[in-house]
């Protein structure tokens, strides 16, 4: 299966700030599977990111996704109070599914 | 809007089956990919199977002798079976609903903590 690697663990930031999310995978993801979640505890994990770069409906416009093959970055522009969370990618290029460890987005 | 709620025994003894039901709201269950997920403080997220209205169903290699996901249209809502469980399989269960061409889990459920123990 893929295994996803996920840095850092933890990102300590302030509002305002920037945040760079990498996701890595053990071998190439075809055809662009690889999205990402936000999940806040006690809430249900929300798809952000599908196809790599594609928001889904309602995510604002700080979240972007890049990149190919085996690299890939979820980038939040400017960090609102409320997106503070843990980051997962995931990857259906190669079944089964797999998750990335995620990168928890820590108050500073 | 779409909502899932997982429901089902919070703690299972082991060698014994473990069972979920999710139920849905805001949509029918039929032409849709259903699926179950789990997440341990050991494995992470984990991905256990699918079901679709026309019976198919596909599984994790690491679960696939053990787990049957199967989906009742008139109550719209699908189940997990997970048999011969040991403390290995405590987890938070969740269920999704997969997006086709976003190949993306779109709408999760809260998630509920199954503990296996005796």
């Known amino acids: 299966e893929v295994v996803l690697t996920q840095s850092p663990g933890t990102l300590s930031l302030s509002p305002g700030e920037g945040a760079t999310l990498s996701c890595r995978a053990s071998?190439?993801?075809?055809?662009?599977?690889l999205n990402w979640y936000q999940h806040k505890p006690g809430r249900a994990p929300r798809l952000l990111i599908y196809?790599?770069?594609t928001r889904a409906t309602g995510i604002p416009d700080r979240f972007s996704g890049s990149g190919s093959g085996t690299d890939f970055t979820l980038t939040i522009s400017r960090l609102e109070p409320e997106d503070f969370a843990v980051y997962y990618c995931?990857?259906?290029?190669?079944?089964?599914?797999?998750f990335g460890g995620g990168t928890k987005v820590e108050i500073k | 809007q779409v909502h899932l709620q997982e429901s089902g025994p919070r703690l299972v003894k082991p060698s014994e089956t473990l069972s979920l039901t999710c139920s849905v709201s805001?949509?029918?269950?039929?032409?849709?990919?259903w699926n179950w997920i789990r997440q341990s403080p050991v494995k992470g997220l984990e991905w256990i199977g699918y079901?679709?209205?026309?019976?198919?169903?596909r599984y994790n290699p690491s679960v696939r002798s053990r787990a049957t996901v199967s989906l009742d249209t008139s109550k719209n809502q699908f189940t997990l079976r997970l048999t011969s469980v040991t403390a290995a399989d405590t987890a938070v269960y969740y269920c999704?609903?997969?997006?086709?061409?976003?190949?993306?889990?779109?709408?999760w459920g809260l998630g509920t903590l199954v503990t296996v123990s005796s």
């Open positions: 079901i679709f209205h026309t019976g198919s169903s």
């Open positions: 999704a609903k997969w997006r086709e061409g976003a190949n993306a889990f779109d709408v």
């Open positions: 995931q990857q259906y290029g190669t079944a089964p599914v797999t």
């Open positions: 805001g949509i029918s269950t039929i032409g849709y990919y």
């Open positions: 196809n790599v770069a």
């Open positions: 071998q190439s993801v075809p055809n662009t599977y």
